[in-house]
């Protein structure tokens, strides 16, 4: 599929605020092993700063501005098009330095008796790519989607706690009980074609997670959020991390007093 | 006549004590200091304090002490009795130390690069990865001159037999310099005879080899680079020594305020207008340097600081990440590192060091917690220690609780018998103190000892801790060439 | 010069001469109520009303303290910490700001200064109520030691004129008011009392604004006949060779920022030179006469006004922590601004931490689906 993202990124102020430095991870991926190809990439912010780029620690390429002039909005828009499909992805990053990275505990991840009694079912002796769809599996019937319950901080301890969350809490949750069983996943950070949320909107960028499954199989990406379970050609990827906090779509820091307000909007539209 | 140090008993057992031999005898490069010392009556000495005491006031050199009432600012307890090293016990420091700094930056620049020590398994992968101070941020970058380490404050201390050990190296932001210099221009003042009785080499042209060091390791094409020292502000405790050494270099004393960085480029603001600025030597921890790329929470940093420097365009010392090799897990492998990169036996050796990761190690802490000392990793200053022997039982079960839920988090050593020195704290009374010394290396093009250092000593009768933030003082440190 | 090195010069020096000044209006206001006592032997709540009004806010005050006397006035202009512009407070601030740069000045400053303050902490209200008089020569005095230690070991680079600049504009401000003082105690009897009585009264009143400015002597020197309201108002504004008069004052500030700015040749003179160069100008060609007409309170307001103008502007120019390149039309554009308005604390720095407030949106924008 040939598919087309747009990406809009509005932070408005109550009053000027002067020293904005941001960075974005908004370009699809477009590493070599990906089973994508990103076609074109263009990064549109107000104010017309100068854009930097760079390649971070898990290879997802950053870009970054910042405006010194009193401004009282930031408005990014990022679009770009892919062509998704093109095949499995081939595992040439996994190497065993950077598997230890996505098999143990991280700032949203933690290994909390909750999540030892949700996994306490599963045979750890199970291959794992049939663990970590049962696992998939298991979050997609037993949790519950509902926005606005969870927050950006929540830990995958808090979410198990309340039982309800959104794609970002559900990819943690099953990062705790893919890890707690000794099997290497990563947060996937991305958009879905026809509707991130279970409801079929658009409303906002998607996450899911990937699983190793050993040097042949390499990285399998498997969604709780939606009861398809494996991620097909309507997906696409910008870049993967321990968990949210390695891959925020935007993230910056400003300088002033004024309230900020924030509204994002994506549509993902089909070219062919 | 009685002389001064005749009501001294170094109480030779398990310690090695700085100037007297097992018999009671000084050792040889001590002889003058004695014998100086012995013309002093009660009201010398005392008139030399007030001297010392007015100096320091003067300088306003104080020093904060956390833990207490807010904003205690005290003078930093200081010891008239100067420590005399022979010039070749410090040309085997020096020779050990340049050793290791060497072996340490190529250690920092493989593991922010191909990593070759932990795929070839010499240090186990997840002790790097799982401490806090490595900067995955920081992979891939190559400072200038591929340096980490520009500035180092090693601790050194002396066995019973009296040989050199490596306790900690400092490779954050080690602070106590500016007490090195302050020593040595309170010691000229107060002892002006004994210097000239002893060829003392100089460490006052510490700030000009920092200055140097810090423009050598400017970004490429930078001829007369602007350096600036970076300090949290005056309620650091350490705040008079970055104004101090700011001062000292000429160079501008920066805020995380002051400086903003525009298109990967960073700038000082100055009444008139924006000031590139080339070299930072900043005395703030890699947490709160860059809200955009660590604690978002933090106040004291420059947003974006980071990607001007990993654009080359700005040089920090010292590097991001240079943590990772201080974390007192690493420290344990710092033998096994220096062979790794050198092909050398490690001059100075390291403090037998016990890690409860690993399981036979861990046993063996937890049946001896009486008599080691315990550490945690990460921490800094005598903060979060256990020392066995002065220790309840409660704290002991509390240190076994902490060590077996966080194994990774903590380390374990003999209580080592520091070397003791005469001490002279109410200006009658010598006995001996526990001491410590750090030198202080510097890593540009060339590596530079000053000869010398600051000694750290215990100031309470038998206390082993010489932190200044617990309450220890300090000496001058003589290297004399006899 | 960094700018906030340049700043915290700025405020140390127009602190410390600020804390100068309220020990002077109290000095003679101490001083006038000895000599109005011989002759209507009243209590005179309406001078602390009037002083209170110029020196600080007259709100604040009420809300602290139940009446107007010497003793409820002094405590809030001598001790009050939350009266930022009480002599306490400004030798705090003072302190803290050469505290933040002391690398930038002598230590014989730093000395002064951290005398000074100790010397008010340990200070009680009953030293200040047993013996007025002295107490606030010892202020006055360690303000002029504090002005003869910098000028005698600081060098003559831009941190001296920072220095100066904030010194004068300060005392131009303070001579306005204290002019002003005298206008406000006047203002509200002058009808119903007898003509001989208020003139006597009024003698004495402007003997004091005089005193208060040390100016007595030197007023007597040029106008030898007896004491009239214009010749004294003529002398305190228009004088250009007395240092406390508003003339005088601006002239120095002028010279001070044209060094800053390097503008001897008058090209490209920023807003504050301008500004300042104006008034400079326009004191010169006044006569006593031109203010009168106009109206004295008037003719303070526009000065005082103006001043702050200036003040603004040097702010933006050489303070403000924005990019100088900018020119922002509007004062509230140029973020992050310290001065903040409203009363006498018009000249007050602004809290540190707006200044550095920087705010993370980190993890704003979630993975939300």
């Known amino acids: ?272 | 006549m009685k002389r001064f140090f005749d009501g001294y008993h170094p109480e030779a057992s398990r310690f090695f004590d700085e100037v007297m031999t097992g018999e009671g005898s000084p050792r040889p490069h001590y002889d003058k200091l004695l014998s100086r010392f012995g013309q002093f009556s009660v009201d010398d000495i005392k008139a030399r304090r007030e001297m010392v005491n007015i100096y320091f006031r003067n300088q306003g050199i104080t020093f904060t002490v956390y833990g207490l009432e807010e904003g205690i600012e005290r003078l930093f307890p200081f010891d008239l009795i100067p420590r005399v090293l022979p010039s070749e016990e410090w040309a085997l420091i020096e020779k050990g130390l340049t050793q290791r700094i060497t072996a340490l930056n190529l250690f920092l620049h493989d593991i922010y690069h191909t990593q070759n020590i932990l795929r070839d398994r010499v240090i186990p992968p997840e002790l790097v990865l799982g401490s806090s101070h490595f900067r995955r941020e920081f992979v891939g970058v190559t400072p200038p001159r591929g340096i980490y380490i520009h500035i180092t404050g090693s601790d050194i201390i002396r066995d019973g037999e009296g040989n050199y050990l490596v306790l900690e190296d400092n490779l954050r932001t080690p602070s106590g310099v500016s007490y090195m210099l302050q020593n040595r221009q309170a010691m000229k003042r107060a002892f002006p005879v004994l210097f000239e009785k002893y060829k003392v080499r100089p460490v006052e042209n510490y700030p000009q080899e920092l200055l140097r060091t810090l423009q050598e390791v400017a970004p490429q094409g930078r001829s007369n680079p602007n350096v600036v020292v970076l300090t949290p502000g005056i309620y650091n405790s350490a705040y008079f020594e970055h104004s101090f050494l700011a001062r000292q270099m000429g160079v501008e004393l920066t805020e995380g305020r002051d400086l903003v960085v525009n298109d990967n480029m960073v700038y000082a603001r100055t009444t008139r207008g924006l000031e590139r600025v080339d070299v930072i030597y900043r005395r703030i921890d890699d947490d709160y340097i860059d809200p955009l790329m660590f604690r978002p929470d933090s106040k004291l940093g420059v947003a974006g600081l980071i990607n001007a420097y990993r654009k080359g365009n700005v040089t920090l010392a010292n590097a991001i990440g240079t943590g990772i090799a201080d974390d007192k897990v690493i420290y344990s492998f710092v033998p096994k590192i220096i062979r790794y990169y050198l092909g050398e036996d490690p001059i100075l050796q390291n403090v037998p060091t016990w890690l409860p990761g690993n399981p036979s190690d861990l046993k063996y802490i937890l049946e001896h917690l009486d008599t080691l000392v315990v550490k945690a990793a990460n921490e800094s200053g005598g903060y979060g220690m256990l020392i066995g022997p002065e220790s309840t039982t409660e704290e002991q079960e509390r240190f076994a609780e902490l060590i077996v839920k966080n194994p990774r988090n903590y380390i374990a050593q003999p209580t080592i018998s520091l070397s003791r020195h005469p001490s002279l704290f109410n200006d009658s009374e010598l006995y001996g103190c526990h001491i410590d010394l750090r030198p202080y290396v510097l890593n540009g093009k060339t590596t530079t000892i000053v000869p010398g250092g600051l000694t750290r000593v215990a100031l309470k009768r038998g206390s082993l801790v010489v932190n200044s933030s617990q309450g220890g003082g300090s000496k001058d440190t003589w290297v004399v060439d006899e | ?369």
Request: with cysteine.
């Open chain 3, 1 to 369: 010069m960094l700018s906030r090195v340049a700043e915290s010069l700025f405020w140390m020096s127009r602190y410390v001469e600020r804390a100068e000044n309220t020990a002077r209006f109290l000095d003679v206001n101490f001083n006038l109520l000895l000599d109005l006592n011989r002759i209507t032997p009243t209590e005179n709540p309406d001078c602390w009303i009037a002083l209170t009004v110029v020196t600080s806010d007259r709100e604040k005050f009420e809300s602290l303290y139940g009446e107007y006397s010497a003793r409820s006035v002094t405590d809030y202009l001598v001790f009050n910490r939350s009266n930022s512009n009480s002599i306490i407070s400004c030798i705090s601030l003072a302190r803290e700001n050469a505290r933040s740069i002391i690398e930038s000045i002598s230590s014989e400053m730093w000395e002064q200064i951290n005398n000074l303050y100790h010397l008010l902490q340990s200070m009680r209200p009953e030293n200040v109520q047993n013996d007025p008089f002295s107490f606030y020569r010892e202020i006055k005095n360690a303000s002029h030691l504090f002005q003869g230690i910098t000028d005698n070991t600081m060098a003559r680079s831009q941190g001296w004129d920072f220095i100066q600049v904030a010194k004068y504009l300060e005392r131009a401000d303070n001579v306005t008011r204290l002019i002003d003082v005298k206008y406000h105690m006047l203002a509200p009897d002058s009808s119903n009392e007898t003509d001989v009585l208020s003139c006597s009264v009024d003698i004495i009143q402007w003997m004091a604004v005089l005193k208060s400015c040390s100016a007595l002597e030197a007023f007597k020197k040029v106008h030898l006949s007896r004491i009239k309201p214009e010749s004294i108002l003529e002398f305190l504004i228009l004088d250009k060779t007395f240092p406390r008069s508003i003339h005088f004052s601006i002239g120095a500030a002028k010279e001070a920022l044209w060094r800053l700015s390097g503008n001897s040749t008058r090209k490209n003179l920023s807003d504050s030179d301008r500004l300042i160069g104006k008034m400079e100008a326009e004191l010169s060609y006044t006569t006593v006469e031109d203010i009168m007409d106009r109206g004295l309170h008037d003719y303070l307001d526009d000065i005082k006004h103006r001043l702050k103008k200036a003040g603004e502007q040097l702010h933006l120019v050489y303070f403000a922590y924005h990019t100088p390149e900018i020119e922002p039309q509007e004062e509230s554009m140029a973020l992050p601004f310290t001065g903040v308005s409203g009363g006498r604390p018009t000249w007050s720095q602004a809290q540190q931490q707006q200044q550095q407030q920087t705010s993370s949106r980190e993890n704003r924008a979630r993975n939300n689906a």
């Open chain 1, 1 to 272: 599929m040939i598919l087309k993202v747009e990406h809009r990124t509005l932070f408005a102020y109550s009053s000027p605020i002067y020293e904005t430095a941001t960075e974005v991870r908004l370009h699809p991926d477009s590493s070599q092993s990906s089973s994508q190809r990103c076609s074109s990439f263009t990064l549109d912010i107000e104010h017309t700063p100068n854009i930097f780029e760079y390649t971070d620690f898990y290879g997802n390429k950053v870009h970054h501005f910042n405006i010194l002039q009193s401004h009282d909005r930031v408005s990014i828009l990022a679009t770009s098009i892919v062509e998704t499909g093109k095949g499995t992805p081939l595992s040439s990053d996994n190497e065993a330095i950077l598997l230890m990275d996505f098999s143990a505990e991280s700032r949203f991840v933690h290994f909390d008796p909750a999540i030892r009694e949700f996994t306490a079912d599963f045979s750890p002796q199970m291959p794992p790519l049939q663990l970590g769809e049962a696992i998939c599996r298991k979050i997609n019937d037993s949790f519950i989607y509902e926005p606005g319950v969870t927050d950006v901080h929540s830990t995958s301890a808090v979410v198990m706690a309340l039982g309800r969350g959104v794609c970002q809490d559900f990819a943690h949750i099953m990062l705790a009980a893919c890890r707690s069983l000794h099997i290497p996943a990563r947060y996937v950070s991305g958009y879905l074609f026809g509707g991130s949320t279970p409801l079929g909107h658009d409303e906002a960028s998607h996450a899911w997670c990937e699983i190793y499954g050993g040097p042949e199989t390499g990285w399998v990406g498997m969604d709780p959020t939606h009861s398809t379970l494996f991620v097909d050609e309507r997906y696409i990827k910008i870049g993967s991390g321990r968990d949210y906090a390695d891959v925020p779509p935007v993230r910056g820091t400003w300088k002033g007093n004024a309230e900020e307000t924030l509204s994002v909007s994506v549509r993902v539209s089909s070219i062919s």
